[in-house]
């Protein structure tokens, strides 16, 4: 394996390993997969566009000046005929190249989704390492206690929740807390903890009789 000695030998060795992927990719495609990329390519560029213009520009042209013979006269209902046959197969085409790219993306948001896990493991385990190492050397480093906090590992499924949540909070949707429920603070009724009305119900008996 070829030493890296400096940051563009990394990123040139990165980008070779990103261009052998693709090109992978490319390989493992089917006939139909490749046609329809290859049509997807040429229709959707400047000179089909320029190209399919001119066409019809001179169809409509000859059909509307011409004075021996017209094929298709105004309204150029064979004209309409043969755009809706265009649009009707190159539609799914269309579609399927672009199905065959979102399933391309959604393997790279995979990839991406396992790096960012083994990182944030690698990260703890190192946070982990690093406070041993402080502790054996009679170093506090965690006089707050975040270290500690941080050493644990990430739970997806809780993220999604929290993300879940404040976006509801956030665009109004989540349902208010009923009025017999605690405030969000842990707010207890009048009464109930024994400090208003339990004290003032106290001081209405009167002196106490032992005295």
């Not at 011409?66 to 197969?89: C, E, G, M």
């Not at 269309?94 to 690698?122: F, H, P, T, W, Y």
Request: proline share 5%.
């Amino acid at each position: 394996m070829e030493t890296i000695r400096s940051v563009d030998a990394l990123t040139r060795h990165n980008v070779e390993m990103i261009a052998r992927l693709q090109a992978a990719g490319n390989q493992e495609r089917t006939t139909g997969e490749s046609v329809a990329d290859a049509v997807a390519r040429v229709v959707g560029s400047w000179p089909f566009i320029i190209v399919q213009s001119v066409l019809l520009l001179v169809w409509m042209a000859l059909n509307a000046l011409a004075w021996v013979r017209h094929w298709d006269p105004y309204p150029f209902i064979l004209l309409n005929l043969a755009l809706s046959f265009q649009a009707a197969y190159a539609s799914p085409i269309i579609m399927m190249s672009q199905n065959r790219q979102a399933k391309l993306g959604d393997l790279r948001n995979l990839l991406d989704l396992q790096i960012n896990l083994l990182a944030e493991q690698e990260s703890t385990e190192t946070l982990r390492l690093l406070r041993i190492l402080c502790e054996k050397q009679g170093v506090d480093v965690d006089r707050e206690g975040s270290l500690r906090a941080l050493e644990q590992a990430t739970q997806p499924e809780n993220l999604i929740k929290q993300i879940e949540h404040a976006e509801a909070r956030h665009s109004g949707k989540e349902e208010p807390a009923s009025s017999g429920t605690a405030g969000p603070a842990g707010d207890a009724p009048d009464g109930a903890d024994g400090t208003e009305d339990g004290a003032s119900a106290g001081d209405d008996r009167g002196p106490d009789p032992a005295d």
